[in-house]
DNA sequence: GATGAATGAGTATTCATTCAT
DNA sequence: TATGAATGAATACTCATTCAT
């Protein structure tokens, strides 16, 4: 490994570093409350330094976004390569694959919706905007590729596979938030993942045309 | 009217005017760039005036929220008076009401969303906050019931009835976050109502016991 | 009593009624932490009322001094008029005007000093200051004198009578001030009184150039 | 010297250039009409630097208070440890340190009266006011202790200990607020000597079971 | 690279004062 | 006269960001 790999390996750490500290923080306090001197000391950095790794702090928040739909396409890319599947076991891959990013980051679903207000955009490089659109795109078309082949098979009802991945990623985001609008994230993680399981089945019965009989 | 009637009804027209200005900043801006001279200028008031009726800005944007959730109680309450009616037809005017509520104020379900922040709450008067937990409670209670006569008229899938309603209310604010993110909602509005529309019968379709066929 | 007498008394009687609430608000909070509004609520009447009677702020605060001046001016005008009384007798007199002067109005010494601020100052009228200036320069004057005369019966050392005069009157209001900030006035006031009548006692004893005995 | 105790020092530094400008524009301007950037300015630093040496305004402008209690603090023990000399000669040097006192600070004894007021304690932290506290009992105490060897010793008139103590305060603080309030401190220094030096005599005198004769 | 003290523009909030009723 | 809602200038305080060490 050449000195230059070591030093970027290195600056990624530190990166992970404060991006674990920054979610943690912004999970409890939100954008606007949180200051980059909480960030700094849950981090057990000075402020100076996180701007050595990231521009500002919207970057810093939206490079949190990233990282979690990095790792939602890796899982659903997954999924998608089992095309010898049948739809709906494909459809249950794509449940389990949420199942999995949520075990990833619990917090980070929380954290991806403040991103959305068009104030923190602004502020964002072009890059990483971009980067974070082509993402998003790109996680959803896999989703929507999987409802394109049920309907296509004849095993879900007909409706726009856009609308349905839509609705899918609503759903379990949406429960996500919800839940945690409870403040029970942590003192009933089991029933949040109850939830979380009874609405994915729902939304599958809901799908699909026949019954499971 | 007596004369203290009078001021009553006065100054909820002045609050209400307030809050219709907060609103549309706050929608074009985000609670973290809005300031209370921009509030105060589209209210055509002045700054001090905004501290005559609400104690600060958090607690002014809670109130929009609070403002929502009034409405979503009554339509609710509405809806639950029907006891006449199936089950089934009870879910319809469910997300009916669902719907009103959004076409009432389609931005402020992102609103509620910021509330969770601790520090947000910390803000928040005794009496402000009392009022939206109970609100919140209430609403969902009523939710819930609709779900037991259900499940127990044997209608809906045995579910625990607090998750099902659960289930609707991330399913509904989820879509609409969602679609909001993906800038959509002034732009393609139609959109948005015909995912909203989809997500409902997908719901429904997958709490019914028996199917369409 | 004319109609325009009487309006005149009327007059008087709210400025008095402003005064005293503005006193008790004033001596608890200090100049600066009070407002205008305490002091309304204090008086039972409305902010806007004030103005009516006072000028502004500093002239409302500065009057509650001139008040106890005049009661000062008019209890030492009577000890003064004894020319008759031996210059001791005299100084006993003195004293005793002054605790009757604290009697009158306990807190107001406390609000007395707060007014030598220049910032306060810079705000009264010419009229007021002038007039503030004269009962001031007037009721030292009035003590300056018996301190002369005791000088000059050679009752009293030989120091210069102003610097008599300022002693004890630096002594009184020491005296309250100091108590008043160790938070006794009200709950201990008979050790304040002891307090104030040993250093009476103290001074004069100092004055004295022959022994009780 | 350490890192640390380096920091330590120059931290300490900091604190001082500021309360050394505060100082200077409080006594011009007054508590209330001093702005924090006034004092920013006097200092050369900018507004943000002074809340990281000082919680807030009321906060600095206590400390001022704390610092010549400081002062106070360490020439009464110098006083007390003197235990030789007679309480006379004690005495002499008390009112010896209340001269330095009144050197090291002339116009601070001014700020220590603005302490009383109950509003401006509540934005104190609890460890100044602690600090502040004990201070101001710890030098009481000391006084109070030579009038107590002096009446032991038949020295001085058998009147109580602490009441002598809080007398001799008062006396001292109450020439130096008259005489201030007569606008003199700057102008007439050496009148104001002259008459803590006549007050501080008369008091001895009064004091004294045997008079001078 | 890392630090953290310093910055200073930006804003929420206060409150003396006014004035239409 | 009395009111008290409205004003808006004034200012305490915050915090993202910089930079000398």
Chains 1, 2, 3, 4 share one sequence.
């Not at 979690?68 to 459809?91: A, G, M, T």
């Not at 990013?101 to 971009?130: A, C, R």
């Not at 919800?178 to 599958?204: C, G, H, M, P, Q």
Request: one cysteine or more.
């Amino acid at each position: 490994m050449g000195i230059r790999e070591r030093k970027e390996r290195e600056r990624e750490r530190r990166r992970q570093q404060i991006m674990v500290a920054a979610k943690r923080v912004f999970a409890e306090k939100g954008l606007n409350k949180t200051t980059m001197e909480d960030i700094a000391r849950e981090a057990e950095l000075s402020p100076g330094t996180l701007y050595l790794y990231f521009k500002n702090k919207d970057e810093l928040y939206a490079s949190l976004s990233l990282r979690i739909l990095q790792y939602l396409i890796i899982r659903l890319e997954h999924v998608n390569k089992s095309k010898s599947l049948e739809p709906e076991q494909r459809i249950e891959s794509l449940t389990d694959a949420l199942f999995d990013v949520y075990d990833f980051d619990p917090l980070m679903i929380i954290n991806m919706f403040h991103l959305q207000s068009s104030e923190t955009l602004k502020n964002l490089s072009e890059e990483l905007l971009t980067e974070i659109e082509d993402l998003s795109r790109k996680s959803l078309n896999i989703i929507t590729n999987i409802f394109e082949d049920g309907i296509k098979s004849d095993v879900f009802i007909d409706r726009h596979p856009v609308a349905l991945a839509d609705i899918l990623w609503s759903l379990f985001s949406g429960v996500i938030l919800w839940e945690s609008s409870k403040k029970i994230i942590d003192e009933r993680k089991d029933y949040l993942r109850e939830t979380l399981r009874i609405a994915f089945e729902v939304f599958n019965r809901g799908c699909r045309k026949k019954k499971d009989s």
